[in-house]
């Protein structure tokens, strides 16, 4: 596997504006489609045992840092360790009395420099242990001063969607940055757990759109039946995109008679109502709708064409072929890009056919969405096509590639994620690391330790969150292998 050509190196802030860049494009897509998929600062870990082995003896150092972790004593643990003579070495017991104390004082790259000599000697990894690593890379950045690295805790944290997370997520709905407050909805939504958080409800008035359709999708989707008249209040005043989420809330809440402004909607005059339109019907999946989804293909807008064809793809029915077929041959590259992406996610292996020109597309970005739906399609030929994509002098274009590529299950995905993970640039290996998470393979924590060690920030968070679900999935399966 060749490695990407080399990309001249670009100063810091450049590097953090196209980040930002990045992830307020993916908002801007994200904001209107929201119908479609949504996307306490010193919150306490999870308890987790700290004690040795029941046959292991302690050394005097040991029980001494033993002593001070339990004391709550955690620089004093540390001290104990940064006593040993420097050719003595420490007990695994100290080492991890001293990696907990680490994480206790919110400094995980230092308890990570600790970590290999615990498991050193080829010991298997500790998975309780490495989870905690995982979430305390993500945790401890939820407040940083850099808008891209809040985003990318923020972004972590709704994926991991877990229950114990809802005062930092809580603690993100103020947050400066729309990107952040979304993120932090979404991921209150994730957790379960939006009937019990007032917060979340008062987001309804958040002065960002984007964050009031997170939260009205979050509200909406636990069937929290004390926010109808407030959905029912926005949905009568406004006029835009809003309006259509708020009634899908209300159609998710048993209003069923709103389905009908709903599909009515993708005829207004606006567009971005129509999208918003044409992606809830795509979810909600009622039958009825799907002529209306067939139809609105051959809309005048190409922005709303391009949400027709994704809506067909979450719609998920067969009889969508034929129109997303008609959407690969679109004038408008976007347009045929969306189209490759549903024709995968129906999983019709007779699509195969319609796909493959798309791999000579003129547009890297419809090529890309052709990789992914041909390995979501079992083919693992688009590989190569995808090996081409890697070595794009474009870093966007390398790290769509990586995203593109956790559709796949066949090894040698992996082998370029590997590769994509060592990029001299931030975004693909971001891309990489939060790819490596949605894989469905063998041996993804090695290369996800290592992204751990990162250079850039965001890149350690997004490892820690694919770690974590990697780390999760073998603890389900009986443990780590």
């Known amino acids: 596997m060749h490695l990407p050509p080399p990309v001249p190196r670009t100063n810091g802030s450049v590097i953090r504006r196209r980040q930002v860049a990045w992830w307020r494009h993916r908002f801007a897509a994200w904001a209107l489609p929201a119908g479609l998929l949504l996307l306490a600062w010193v919150a306490p870990l999870p308890t987790m045992a700290a004690t040795s082995s029941p046959k292991s003896v302690l050394t005097p150092l040991e029980r001494q840092a033993m002593t001070r972790y339990q004391a709550a004593e955690y620089e ?38 600790l970590y290999p000599k615990l498991v050193a000697t080829n010991r298997p990894d500790e998975v309780e242990l490495l989870q905690e690593l995982a979430r305390s890379f993500i945790i401890t950045r939820v407040r940083d001063s850099q808008e891209h690295i809040r985003i990318a805790a923020y972004t972590a944290l709704a994926e991991m969607g877990e229950r114990d997370t809802l005062p930092v997520l809580e603690d993100g709905l103020l947050d400066s940055s729309a990107l952040v407050r979304a993120r932090a909805a979404e991921g209150i939504g994730r957790s ?48 835009g995109p809003e309006s259509i989420f708020a009634l899908a809330g209300l159609y998710k809440l048993g209003r069923t008679d709103v389905l009908t402004d709903i599909s009515n909607a993708v005829t207004l005059p606006d567009p971005e109502v129509r999208m918003a339109a044409l992606g809830i019907l795509g979810r909600l999946r009622r039958p009825s709708s799907l002529s209306a989804l067939s139809q609105a293909v051959y809309d005048p807008h190409p922005a709303v064409r391009a949400f027709a064809a994704g809506a067909l ?23 045929r890009a969306v189209a490759a992406s549903s024709l995968g996610r129906l999983g019709a292996p007779e699509t195969r056919s319609v796909l493959q020109p798309l791999l000579r597309d003129l547009d890297e970005h419809v090529r890309i969405n052709a990789v992914e739906a ?19 002098p474009d870093p966007s274009i390398r790290g769509e590639t990586a995203q593109a590529l956790a559709a796949a299950t066949a090894p040698s995905a992996l082998t370029l994620l590997e590769t994509l993970l ?26 996800l330790k290592i992204g751990l060690q990162d250079s850039d920030a965001a890149v350690r968070i997004a490892s ?16 780590a292998r």
Do not use: C
């Open 76 to 113: 004093e643990v540390l001290q104990v360790l940064q006593s040993l003579p420097a050719d003595q070495q420490p007990g695994r017991e100290l080492i991890r009395y001293a990696i907990l104390s680490h994480l206790k004082l919110g400094k995980p790259e230092a308890a990570w420099k």
């Open 192 to 239: 379960g757990l939006a009937g019990q958080s007032s917060a979340l409800k008062r987001t309804l008035r958040d002065e960002s759109p984007g964050v009031r359709i997170a939260a009205i999708n979050a509200l909406g989707d636990a069937k929290v039946p004390g926010i109808a008249d407030q959905l029912t209040e926005i949905a009568r005043i406004d006029e």
């Open 313 to 335: 793809g979450e719609f998920g029915s067969a009889d969508g072929i034929a129109p997303l077929t008609h959407s690969v041959s679109d004038e408008n590259p976007r347009v």
């Open 374 to 392: 041909l390995l979501r399609l079992g083919d693992a030929s688009a590989i190569l096509s995808a090996a081409d994509l890697a070595r794009h």
């Open 422 to 447: 060592r990029d001299q640039q931030p975004l693909p290996r971001l891309m990489a690391a939060r790819a490596l998470g949605k894989l469905r393979l063998r041996s993804l924590v090695a290369p």
């Open 464 to 479: 820690a969150g694919s770690l974590f679900h990697v780390l999760s999935r073998k603890a389900h399966q009986g443990g």
